[in-house]
């Protein structure tokens, strides 16, 4: 939703969500943000901002926190080859 916001505002470039079913362990699904520059990346905090609710108040499923069933296993900036 805050993604697709951000995208029809130009704010940023583009965005995908993938899902591995057959990751092991479970399903994996990995959010991606595009960023069409440097600038419009270096940006994003401050552009999120602008579509996202400052009072906002997270959803929660069976009243278990984000950190009770969510694991990062891998994290960085990753750019195109």
Request: proline share 5%; net charge negative.
């Amino acid at each position: 939703m805050y993604r697709q916001r951000a995208l029809e505002r130009g704010l940023i470039n583009g965005f995908d969500l993938l899902l591995d079913e057959q990751h092991e362990g479970g399903s994996l699904l990995m959010l991606v943000t595009k960023y069409k520059d440097k600038n419009q990346f270096e940006q994003r905090e401050e552009n999120f901002a602008m579509v996202m609710p400052s009072d906002r108040q997270p959803v929660l499923a069976n009243d278990k926190q984000p950190a009770d069933f969510r694991e990062i296993v891998s994290y960085g900036d990753f750019v195109r080859p």
